[in-house]
């Protein structure tokens, strides 16, 4: 039997994408799932689909009704709504508020509701989705890349404090996958990460690989763990050859 079996679990950002696909592994592994999108006609959609609740609205404000659907429980959590932001240092400022507030103060936000629950009964499960640009830099998407090492972060501090009271997060860190947002990405998504571009599904293989393992850190595209540990190991020559393919994006 699947460990998530009968397990109350909250997707975000799911109309479609790699939300709709963790719903959907979910959904086949057993749990009982609520789907949550600001498009509400995609969290119908997807809802009647797999058989699992719609809770379409705002990602930061979804815990209590989400617990109310599960009858009163929620079991895991995946903070997977985010928005792509690109711009350079110089975008608008709310565009940088956006960002910010999307993929890091939504995950705080939800973290505030569920935790207390999840400590007095000793388990949990936070789910992540960051993006490889959380461990690394994306080209031309400064918002983007500041504000999901900012959820990185903030899995991390998560883990670091609430293990040892049976909480578990996972950080899940792909490069590009085939949904709207790399349609997004522009021409930068065109040279970086398109030639190495998955499918929703495989990113959700990997979460429930990592699970299984016990991992914190979630890498879709393994070739992302050599390139972590190059940017710590050498930072310079990381900057540089970043700033090669920065040259090639802006055609010098």
Sequence with gaps: ???MQGAGVVVTGAGGGIGAALARRFVAEGARVVVNDLDAEKTKLIADEIGATALPGDASAVVTAAREALGGRV???CANAGLASPGDAFADEQVWASAWDVNVMAHIRAARELLP????RGSGRFVSTVSAAGLL???GAAPYSVTKHGALA???????????RGLKVHAICPQGVRTDMLTAAGTAGELVLAPTAIEP??????LFEGIEADRFLILPHPEVAGYYA???TDPDRWLGNMNHLQQKWEGV
């Design 154 to 164: 903030f899995a991390e501090w998560l883990s670091l404090t609430y293990r040892h």
């Design 137 to 139: 830099t994306m080209v």
């Design 1 to 3: 039997m699947s460990a």
């Design 75 to 77: 079991d895991v959590y």
């Design 201 to 206: 599904e495989d990113v959700a293989d990997a």
């Design 117 to 120: 629950d999840w400590l007095e």
């Design 230 to 232: 190059a940017r710590a």
